[in-house]
């Protein structure tokens, strides 16, 4: 790719990753990413905001090529993570006279990640700004957004947000501005699902500060750029809030099918019961879907028959990740089978300890499931149409 202008002196210079499709080891990206950095050009002095990951910093010089930059003054690093940061390295050596810019936190984190010499670091406040002659940069300090030293870049004059991983969205587009809102709303969602979700008490502070600003562009550091803010932050106050849907999610896992049946009865009854549902199949699922899912949902029904003597390792982790992004669920249960014994139920709900939703009666049964079993299964799905019908989600 090359660069791209989104307003006077300020131009998209970043890479395009068509083909990765996992991030941390982690995440799936099934569309790909993008790592956006950005040049601002001032009458004055020329800002690099943000590089790129080390597998693609030669795209990075060469738009810098392109582009005509002959000198490099400031280095601005709003997150100190590696596909944010990888190049850095590089640029450095090539522009030996430039100066990073970034906050206490973030720099020295680059000195451990990067090695990078503190000494070409210029530390900055939050609200602290930076003339490049026709325009001001203004830095906002948002720490857990989703690390503890992340900040955005404002340029006042063009009211252009550089956002860093906020707003963000993994997706490989051609378009340089979102093209149609219900194209990148998914991907958005995901992103905050997989990496913002656990920290949305902060996010809600730092957009009271936004919307102070005059923001006419949001350009985050994944995905396509917002030409105007609206649809992201209102998304964004949606996922953020205490508000949860009519919804129940079910991550399972069967092995003789016993826990499958009782999954397939759970999810007749909430339906019959005018309760939204997703039984979502461990061995199969995308992590991205379910932590989407978790987004919204009431309520969280972890199904898992007992291994040995406690929950299937799927299961388990489903039920981490469960606790470690803390989504807004109010309720929780689990359901099952077992052989001879164990602790499952006591394990499962002692891995929720930072969601801390109310736990619902389980069904956790001996063996196959029975008469008895779909008795009880109908009452925990009368328990959760009951609870949802107490907090006005459920008519």
């Not at 997989?194 to 550091?221: C, T």
Request: hydrophobic fraction near 40%; charge should be negative; charged fraction near 25%.
């Amino acid at each position: 790719m090359t660069f791209r202008e989104i307003k006077p002196g300020i131009y998209w210079i970043g890479s395009i990753d068509w083909d990765r499709r996992l991030f941390d080891s982690l995440i799936p990206l099934p569309q790909g990413t993008s790592y956006n950095a950005y040049l601002v050009k001032g009458s004055e002095k020329t800002a690099l905001i943000d590089t790129v990951d080390p597998t693609k910093e030669y795209e990075l010089v060469q738009n810098l090529v392109r582009i005509g930059v002959d000198g490099i003054d400031y280095i601005i690093v709003n997150h100190a993570e590696q596909d944010h940061s990888g190049a850095l390295p590089m640029i450095l050596e090539l522009f030996p006279g430039a100066r990073v810019v970034t906050n206490e936190k973030c720099r020295d984190l680059l000195v451990a990640l990067l090695d990078i010499d503190g000494d070409r670091v210029d530390v900055i406040e939050d609200n602290d700004t930076l003339s490049l002659g026709d325009k001001t940069l203004q830095f906002l300090i948002t720490p857990w957004v989703h690390w503890p030293e992340t900040m955005l870049t404002y340029v006042q004059e063009s009211k252009v947000l550089f956002s860093c991983d906020l707003f963000g969205s993994h997706i490989a587009t051609s378009d340089l501005f979102v093209s149609d809102e219900r194209i990148v709303y998914s991907p958005s969602k995901r992103y905050y699902a997989e990496i913002m979700m656990p920290f949305r008490s902060s996010i809600k502070g730092h957009m009271e500060k936004l919307d102070k600003l005059p923001i006419g562009i949001v350009a985050p550091s994944h995905g396509p750029l917002y030409a105007t803010p609206d649809p992201i932050f209102s998304a964004y106050r949606d996922w953020i809030s205490d508000d949860v849907k009519n919804e129940v999610v079910i991550p399972y896992v069967s092995m003789h099918g016993s826990t499958e049946k009782m999954v397939n009865l759970l999810t007749e009854a909430l339906i019959a019961k005018g309760v939204g549902v997703a039984p979502y199949n461990l061995t199969v699922t995308d992590t991205g879907e379910l932590a989407m899912a978790l987004v919204d949902a009431a309520t969280v029904v972890i199904a898992t028959p007992t291994v040995l003597f406690g929950p299937h390792p799927q299961a388990v982790c489903a039920t981490y990740l469960v606790n470690l992004l803390r989504p807004k669920m109010r309720f929780a249960s689990v359901i099952g089978s077992y052989g001879w014994g164990g602790k499952t139920v006591e394990t499962l709900k002692g891995m929720l300890s930072s969601v801390k939703p109310e736990l619902l009666e389980p069904v956790y049964i001996r063996g196959a499931p029975g008469a008895e079993t779909v008795r009880e299964i109908e009452r925990l799905a009368e328990d959760i149409a009951k609870k949802h019908r107490e907090i006005g989600i459920l008519d």
